[in-house]
């Protein structure tokens, strides 16, 4: 069997690639992408380590076939921050201490991202029921939840501030 | 020995002709909505090649449509189109509350009522919702389309109804009147991603003096399919939806299970529980309908 080709928009840049028709969107991207920030942890869809952007919902990647990506546009962690200049999501989690070991958080990172934007200011309890499908070993999540009530004050702070004349 | 394919056509009359070529063949194919159970059970042993036809593409699967008297859900609607909808919201708070309870966000943006169906898991969140909502499957074929009732579309565990050569393109659910609503509850041991032990599906419809007129009970997680329970709805009917009635429905729930002793809950458990939830889902559903506070 001949591999598939296909063309789709990753971090807003037009990509091609090819894959194997049972091949996974995050063994593109980490193998043949070299996009590495996306992890791969239980590849079963119960750890959310590897949590991409699929046009505008939150998935995972180990559960969606690479081929379904055809003319589509994928959002990863490579594309949150802005350079070298963190993205103040990723700022808050290292301020918080709200990682250790570092291999649930690009997945924290791009879920808290789409957190945010569907809802600003979300309560304690809507920030632990989106990120349940997120485990991390190593906090205690606490921190974690934390940092996001904290970076979401700011966002919409900045928000407010940048809708005022100066 | 094959090799796997994946297809993905824009419509319908291509999807058919690609299930007939493999069915003339003889190869295997496999309809691929969401992927959230298939990609698991790719990886979980079932690991022999075949064709992969996502039927996302197709027009009508991708459809949500409210005119006229039914709601139409296309197949391969997800978790998160459906609670994000507030009209389906607000006309099946039951089964929209069902597909909320599937998994993680980030399930919930790839898991598809259709699939949740076609997978046909014992304990499937929307199986009993849409049981309870009496709804139709509206499936395609080479040789036209057909219409089958939920219950008739689920034959065993991981086993439905479609034909080799048939899609199922979505669910037809007869829209509630003022009077009718519907509920689901689940138990499972903690507050959110895991399996139901025991799932309760009911509709109730009410007259203006509030005596149940119809309803429909679904219980799940409790035989190798959902089960739908005449005789809890008999319970119902007639009453005020007192407690004498709610306990006779919990009763008829409990005597109609057929549960199995796993991991996840014993038998007796089991057939203890669905009666409870019968209870309660029948209440909410009854409170929804005289707009109570729950």
């Given at each position: 069997m001949s591999k598939m080709h296909v063309s789709a928009s990753v971090n807003g840049e037009p990509v091609e690639f090819l894959c194997e028709p049972q091949q996974s969107l995050l063994n593109v991207l980490r193998d043949e992408l070299n996009l590495t920030g996306t992890k791969e942890g239980c590849?079963?869809?119960?750890?959310?380590?590897c949590s991409v952007m699929l046009d505008d919902r939150l998935v995972c990647s180990c559960l969606t076939?690479?081929?379904?990506?055809?003319?589509k546009s994928v959002g990863t962690i490579?594309?949150?921050?802005n350079g070298d200049t963190l993205h103040p999501i990723q700022q808050a989690l290292l301020e918080h201490a709200a990682l250790q070991c570092g291999v649930c958080t690009p997945g924290y990172v791009v879920a808290i991202k789409a957190l945010l934007e569907k809802n600003p200011l979300p309560s304690e309890s809507e920030i632990r029921y989106w990120l349940a499908g997120n485990l991390c070993r190593c906090t205690g999540y606490d921190k974690i939840i934390t940092a996001v009530q904290d970076v979401a004050q700011q966002m919409a702070k900045a928000d407010k501030n940048a809708g005022e004349p100066a | 020995m094959g090799s796997f394919a994946y297809a993905a056509p824009d419509n319908l009359a291509d999807a058919l002709a690609v299930l007939e070529q493999h069915k003339n063949a003889g190869q295997r194919i496999q309809i691929f909505a969401g992927g959230t159970d298939v990609l698991v059970q790719l990886k979980a042993g079932d690991s022999e090649p075949r064709t992969f036809l996502d039927v996302k593409n197709i027009r009508e699967t991708q459809t949500i449509s409210l005119k006229g008297d039914s709601a139409f859900i296309g197949a391969t609607i997800v978790c998160a189109q459906l609670y994000e909808n507030l009209a389906l919201k607000e006309m099946f708070p039951g089964l929209i509350e069902s597909a909320d309870l599937i998994g993680s966000t980030q399930i919930q943006g790839k898991a598809t009522l259709g699939g949740n169906l076609c997978n046909a898991s014992p304990a499937g969140d929307t199986i009993a919702a849409l049981y309870a909502n009496k709804a139709i499957c509206m499936i395609a074929g080479k040789s036209g389309s057909r219409e089958l009732p939920v219950e008739d579309f689920v034959t065993g565990v991981g086993r439905n109804?479609?034909?080799?050569?048939?899609?199922?393109?979505g669910l037809k659910l007869p829209k509630p009147n003022a009077n009718t609503s519907d509920a689901y509850l689940r138990f499972i041991p903690r507050t959110e991603m895991d399996i139901a032990v025991v799932g309760a599906g009911v509709s109730i419809t009410l007259d203006d003096e509030g005596v149940c007129v119809d309803a429909t009970v679904a219980i799940s997680a409790v035989a190798v399919t959902t089960l739908l329970v005449p005789e809890a709805a008999q319970a119902l009917?007639?009453?005020?939806?007192d407690e004498v009635a709610l306990q006779a429905a919990a009763q008829a729930s409990s005597a109609a299970a057929r549960p199995i002793s796993d991991k996840r809950g014993t038998k007796e458990f089991r057939r203890k529980v669905v009666g409870v939830l019968t209870r309660r889902a029948a209440l909410i559903a009854a409170n929804r309908v005289k707009g109570e506070a729950e």
């Amino acid at each position: 069997m001949s591999k598939m080709h296909v063309s789709a928009s990753v971090n807003g840049e037009p990509v091609e690639f090819l894959c194997e028709p049972q091949q996974s969107l995050l063994n593109v991207l980490r193998d043949e992408l070299n996009l590495t920030g996306t992890k791969e942890g239980c590849t079963t869809g119960d750890c959310g380590a590897c949590s991409v952007m699929l046009d505008d919902r939150l998935v995972c990647s180990c559960l969606t076939l690479a081929a379904e990506v055809q003319g589509k546009s994928v959002g990863t962690i490579e594309g949150v921050a802005n350079g070298d200049t963190l993205h103040p999501i990723q700022q808050a989690l290292l301020e918080h201490a709200a990682l250790q070991c570092g291999v649930c958080t690009p997945g924290y990172v791009v879920a808290i991202k789409a957190l945010l934007e569907k809802n600003p200011l979300p309560s304690e309890s809507e920030i632990r029921y989106w990120l349940a499908g997120n485990l991390c070993r190593c906090t205690g999540y606490d921190k974690i939840i934390t940092a996001v009530q904290d970076v979401a004050q700011q966002m919409a702070k900045a928000d407010k501030n940048a809708g005022e004349p100066a | 020995m094959g090799s796997f394919a994946y297809a993905a056509p824009d419509n319908l009359a291509d999807a058919l002709a690609v299930l007939e070529q493999h069915k003339n063949a003889g190869q295997r194919i496999q309809i691929f909505a969401g992927g959230t159970d298939v990609l698991v059970q790719l990886k979980a042993g079932d690991s022999e090649p075949r064709t992969f036809l996502d039927v996302k593409n197709i027009r009508e699967t991708q459809t949500i449509s409210l005119k006229g008297d039914s709601a139409f859900i296309g197949a391969t609607i997800v978790c998160a189109q459906l609670y994000e909808n507030l009209a389906l919201k607000e006309m099946f708070p039951g089964l929209i509350e069902s597909a909320d309870l599937i998994g993680s966000t980030q399930i919930q943006g790839k898991a598809t009522l259709g699939g949740n169906l076609c997978n046909a898991s014992p304990a499937g969140d929307t199986i009993a919702a849409l049981y309870a909502n009496k709804a139709i499957c509206m499936i395609a074929g080479k040789s036209g389309s057909r219409e089958l009732p939920v219950e008739d579309f689920v034959t065993g565990v991981g086993r439905n109804a479609l034909k080799p050569g048939e899609i199922l393109l979505g669910l037809k659910l007869p829209k509630p009147n003022a009077n009718t609503s519907d509920a689901y509850l689940r138990f499972i041991p903690r507050t959110e991603m895991d399996i139901a032990v025991v799932g309760a599906g009911v509709s109730i419809t009410l007259d203006d003096e509030g005596v149940c007129v119809d309803a429909t009970v679904a219980i799940s997680a409790v035989a190798v399919t959902t089960l739908l329970v005449p005789e809890a709805a008999q319970a119902l009917i007639g009453s005020s939806v007192d407690e004498v009635a709610l306990q006779a429905a919990a009763q008829a729930s409990s005597a109609a299970a057929r549960p199995i002793s796993d991991k996840r809950g014993t038998k007796e458990f089991r057939r203890k529980v669905v009666g409870v939830l019968t209870r309660r889902a029948a209440l909410i559903a009854a409170n929804r309908v005289k707009g109570e506070a729950e």
